[in-house]
C-alpha cells in the first residue's frame, strides 16, 4: 500500500478514537501529504483532531515544516483539498533566511502565496536585510513579499534611527527590487524625503530607477541634482540628471557608458538652454571610446568640450578647476605586435586642445598635432645586443605661432648586462631631426635639421648587510649608480618650439638623456650623474624605515642649451644638489622630503618635508611644509616663490563621530589658499557628511562649497558627495564605512 495511504488511515483513525488520549509531554508528530510540490509537510502539536480529507485541527505549540518553510503557532487549521493552512493566534513562519511574526496567516505550503496579518518581518541576506512591520504582509511566491501600510529599516533591531514609511512595499528578492509607494523617508523623526514611488537594489545590483537627489551650496549657488539610472543591460547604463541652480537656472545632463569585449567607452554632457547668470547657452561634451578592431590594432578617441573660458570656474569645484586648462581632443589608431625577441608598435594620432582662458591671464595654447605617425620598435640581437628604434612625424598647427612638419628617427643599440649585485648598460644612438617650415610673417618657407649621437653609460651596484638596530633584525642596502652621458652641442635657435619645455631637476629626470621633454630641444652632455641610495628594512614585517638617497651631476663641459635653442655657458661644474629622506621612521609615522640646493645660487631651490601620523584607519594628522623658488606669478605677472604649509586632519571625536580639516596657508601671500572643515558621524546604520570649504581659483577671485549627505544603509545616500574632495584634502583619509571597530 503507498505511503500516503498509510498516513491518510492512521489520521483517521486517530480522529476517530480522539487525539487526545496521547500526554500532553508527548506531543503528536504527522506527515501530511504533499499535492503538487515535492516534500513532504511534518506537523507536531499538543493536540491534534479531525479528517484528513477535510480539515486537519492542531492546537497548542504549532509547528509545521516543509522544505526550506517553518510554521510556528499557537493553533492551525490545515485544509488537504488545497494544501492550506490558517493559523493563528500568533505565528511565526521562516522561509530560508527570512522570518515573519503575525497575529493570523493565511498560506498555501505548495505555492507560498497568501496573508498573514500585523506582520514583523525580517528578509534579505546577511549584510543585507531589512526588517519591519506592517498592516498586512501577502506572500507573492518564493522570496517575493507585499506588505501594506509599512515601515521598514536595514538598522539593527531596536535601532530605529531611520525608516521607509510607504502604502506598500514590496520585496522581490528574485529580481533584487524592492518598491515602495507613497513612500517618505523618516531620518530621525523628520520625514527629509517623499516620493510617490521608490524603488531600491536589495542585493546590491544596479537597477533602473530614481537616484537619491544630491544638494550642494557654494559661490556657484545652491544645485539641486535629481538623476534616474537606466540599467540597460549587464553591460551598458545611462543617466539622465536634472539640476536645479538658484544661480545658473535648469541644467540638464547626461551619462551613457557602454562595455562589450572588443570596446569600450562613454558619453557626457551638460546643456543648459539659457544660463540665468550670464543669458547665453552653454553646454559641456565629453566622451572617449577604445576598440580592438583585430588582433594588435586599437583605435578610439577622447575628447571634452565646452561652451566658454567661465564654464568650469562658474560650474566645477577647485579641482575640475585646476584640471581643466588645456581641454583635449584626440583620435587615434594603434597597431602592436610582439615576438619572441621584440615588438613594435605603430600609432597615428590626431589632436588639437581647446584651452580656456582665465580672467585677467592669457595662456598660449599648445599646438595641434594633425597628424602624428609614431612607430617604436626594440629586437634581441646576437651577442647580448639589443636594438631599439622611434621615429615620429608630425605636422604642427597653430593660429599664431609658426607651422610645420617635424620628423625625428633615433635608432640606438645597447649591451645590457644584469646580475644580482648590479648592472651595467652602455647605449649607443643617433638622434636625426627633419624639420619642414611654412612660411611665417613674412619670411619664406626653409627647412632645417640636426643630427646628434647620443652616448650614455647607465651602471649600479646593490649591497646589503643584516644588521641588529633599534631592537631588532634589519636590512641594510646601500646603492651607488653612475650615469654618463655624452651629447655634442648644437645652436638649435633657427628651430621652432613646438612641445618642449624644461623637465622639473628631480631624482626622475637626473638619469635621463635630455633636459627637455619633447624632441626640439636636445640638450648637450658631457656629464656624469652620480646618486647613492640606502635602507633600512625590517625583516619581520618589510617596513621601509628609512630611505634616504642623495645626488648630483657633475659637468666636464660648461655649454648648456638656452630655451630659445641658443648656446650658453654655466657658471658651475656640477648641478643642484638633490636629497631625499622618507620612511615610517616610528611605527604610525610616516616622513617624505626633498631638497633641492642650487649650487649657482648658492640657496634652495625647493624643499619640502611632508609628516603623516596615522595609527589607525580613521585617525590620520598630516603636516605639509612646501617652499619652491619662482614657482608662480603674482598679480603683476612676475615670478615669485611658493611657500605653504599645509595641515590636514581626520580624527575620531568619539566612537562614531569624526573631525575632518584641512588648512592651506601662503607663507608668501600671508593668506589662506584653501580651508575646509567639516564631521563624519557614523551610526553603523546611518552616516551623515557635512563639509565646508572655501578656496581660490585664479590670482583674484574666492569661491566657497558645501557638501552635506546622509547616507542609509543598504538604501542610498542623499545630498552632495564630498569623498573626493576629501581624499584629495587630507593625504590618509578613510571612509569611515570602510573602518572595522
Known amino acids: 500500500m503507498p505511503r500516503i495511504q498509510k498516513t491518510q488511515i492512521v489520521l483517521a483513525l486517530a480522529a476517530a478514537f480522539s487525539a487526545p488520549m496521547a500526554s500532553a509531554d508527548e506531543p503528536l508528530d504527522y506527515v501530511l501529504p504533499s499535492s503538487t510540490v515535492p516534500g513532504e509537510a511534518h506537523v507536531t502539536a499538543d493536540r491534534i483532531e479531525g479528517a484528513m480529507e477535510n480539515v486537519l485541527q492542531a492546537r497548542g505549540n504549532v509547528v509545521v515544516t516543509r522544505d526550506d518553510q517553518k510554521l510556528n503557532s499557537d493553533w492551525l487549521d490545515y485544509y488537504q483539498a488545497?494544501?492550506?493552512?490558517k493559523a493563528g493566534d500568533h505565528f511565526t513562519l521562516t522561509r530560508q533566511q527570512?522570518?515573519?511574526?503575525g497575529t493570523l496567516l493565511d498560506y498555501n505550503l505548495d505555492s507560498r502565496t497568501g496573508t498573514?496579518?500585523?506582520p514583523v518581518?525580517?528578509?534579505?541576506?546577511?549584510?543585507?536585510?531589512?526588517?519591519?512591520d506592517g498592516r498586512e504582509v501577502i506572500f507573492r511566491g518564493k522570496d517575493n513579499y507585499r506588505v501594506m501600510q509599512s515601515e521598514a529599516t536595514t538598522c539593527s533591531v531596536g535601532d530605529d534611527s531611520w525608516y521607509l514609511k510607504s502604502s506598500q512595499l514590496d520585496l522581490d528578492y528574485t529580481s533584487g527590487i524592492g518598491t515602495a509607494y507613497n513612500a517618505h523617508v523618516v531620518f530621525q523623526g523628520v520625514p527629509i524625503l517623499y516620493?510617490?514611488?521608490?524603488?531600491?537594489s536589495l542585493d546590491g545590483k544596479r537597477k533602473s530607477g530614481l537616484l537619491y537627489p544630491t544638494l550642494q551650496g557654494g559661490s556657484r549657488g545652491v544645485d539641486l541634482a535629481i538623476p534616474y539610472y537606466f540599467n540597460l543591460a549587464p553591460n551598458y547604463d545611462a543617466t539622465l540628471t536634472t539640476h536645479l541652480n538658484t544661480k545658473h537656472g535648469v541644467i540638464l545632463g547626461g551619462e551613457f557608458r557602454y562595455l562589450q569585449p572588443e570596446y569600450s567607452g562613454w558619453l557626457y554632457t551638460e546643456q543648459n538652454q539659457r544660463d540665468t547668470a550670464t543669458h547665453r547657452y552653454r553646454y559641456l561634451w565629453s566622451g572617449a571610446h577604445r576598440q580592438t578592431l583585430a588582433p594588435g590594432l586599437t583605435a578610439g578617441y577622447d575628447a571634452t568640450t565646452v561652451s566658454d573660458d567661465n564654464y568650469f570656474s562658474d560650474m566645477g569645484d577647485r579641482y575640475t578647476v585646476a584640471d581643466n586648462v588645456n581641454l583635449l581632443r584626440q583620435a587615434y589608431i594603434n597597431y602592436g605586435k610582439s615576438w619572441e625577441g621584440g615588438s613594435t608598435n605603430f600609432g597615428v594620432t590626431a589632436l588639437r586642445y581647446q584651452t580656456l582662458q582665465a580672467t585677467g591671464t592669457t595662456v598660449t595654447p599648445p599646438y595641434a598635432k594633425l597628424p602624428e605617425l609614431t612607430l617604436n620598435a626594440n629586437q634581441q640581437l646576437p651577442w647580448g645586443l639589443t636594438g631599439n628604434l622611434t621615429s615620429v612625424l608630425t605636422e604642427f598647427s597653430h593660429p599664431t605661432l609658426q607651422e610645420g612638419q617635424r620628423w625625428v628617427i633615433y635608432p640606438s643599440i645597447s649591451l645590457p648586462f644584469q646580475r644580482t649585485w648590479g648592472f651595467f648598460k652602455p647605449k649607443l644612438g643617433i638622434h636625426a631631426t627633419d624639420y619642414q617650415l611654412n612660411s611665417f610673417k613674412?619670411?619664406?618657407?626653409?627647412?632645417?635639421?640636426?643630427?646628434?649621437p647620443i652616448v650614455s653609460i647607465d651602471s649600479g651596484l646593490y649591497f646589503d648587510r643584516q644588521v641588529n638596530m633599534f631592537g631588532g633584525e634589519r636590512t641594510q642596502t646601500l646603492e651607488p649608480r653612475l650615469f654618463y652621458l655624452n651629447v655634442p652641442a648644437r645652436d638649435q635657435s633657427r628651430i621652432p618650439n613646438f612641445d618642449s619645455s624644461l623637465n622639473d631637476f628631480g631624482f626622475a629626470q637626473i638619469f635621463t638623456e635630455n633636459d627637455y621633454s619633447g624632441y626640439d630641444r636636445i640638450a648637450p652632455a658631457n656629464q656624469v650623474t652620480a646618486a647613492l641610495t640606502s635602507q633600512l628594512i625590517d625583516n619581520d614585517s618589510g617596513r621601509e624605515i628609512i630611505r634616504a638617497a642623495f645626488g648630483q651631476r657633475f659637468y666636464f663641459d660648461s655649454t648648456q642649451l638656452n630655451a630659445d635653442g641658443t648656446l650658453g655657458k654655466r657658471t658651475t661644474g656640477a648641478s643642484d644638489f638633490l636629497a631625499s629622506l622618507g620612511g615610517e621612521v616610528v611605527k604610525n609615522w610616516n616622513l617624505d622630503s626633498l631638497y633641492q640646493y642650487s649650487a649657482t645660487t648658492?640657496?634652495?631651490?625647493?624643499y619640502n618635508v611632508s609628516l603623516r601620523y596615522q595609527p589607525a584607519a580613521g585617525k590620520v594628522v598630516s603636516l605639509r611644509y612646501r617652499f619652491y623658488s619662482n614657482n608662480q606669478v603674482n598679480a603683476q605677472g612676475l615670478p615669485e616663490n611658493l611657500h605653504e604649509v599645509d595641515l590636514g586632519v581626520q580624527w575620531p571625536l568619539t566612537r562614531s563621530l569624526y573631525a575632518l580639516a584641512r588648512t592651506d596657508y601662503s607663507l608668501q601671500d600671508r593668506q589662506i589658499m584653501q580651508q575646509l572643515a567639516g564631521i563624519e558621524y557614523n551610526s553603523g546604520c546611518w552616516l551623515l557628511r557635512l563639509v565646508a570649504e572655501q578656496y581660490i581659483t585664479n590670482l583674484t577671485q574666492r569661491k566657497t562649497g558645501f557638501y552635506f549627505q546622509v547616507e542609509l544603509k543598504g538604501l542610498g545616500a542623499l545630498g552632495t558627495n564630498p569623498l573626493?574632495?576629501?581624499r584629495l584634502a587630507i593625504p590618509g583619509y578613510t571612509q569611515t564605512n570602510d573602518i572595522q571597530p
Open 195 to 200: 516620493s510617490p514611488w521608490l524603488d531600491f
Open 602 to 606: 648658492h640657496a634652495p631651490v625647493q
Open 116 to 118: 498573514g496579518q500585523q
Open 82 to 85: 488545497k494544501n492550506n493552512v
Open 121 to 132: 518581518f525580517q528578509s534579505g541576506t546577511p549584510g543585507k536585510q531589512m526588517r519591519g
Open 724 to 726: 573626493q574632495t576629501l
Open 442 to 452: 613674412g619670411a619664406n618657407a626653409y627647412s632645417v635639421d640636426r643630427t646628434l
Open 98 to 101: 527570512d522570518r515573519v511574526d
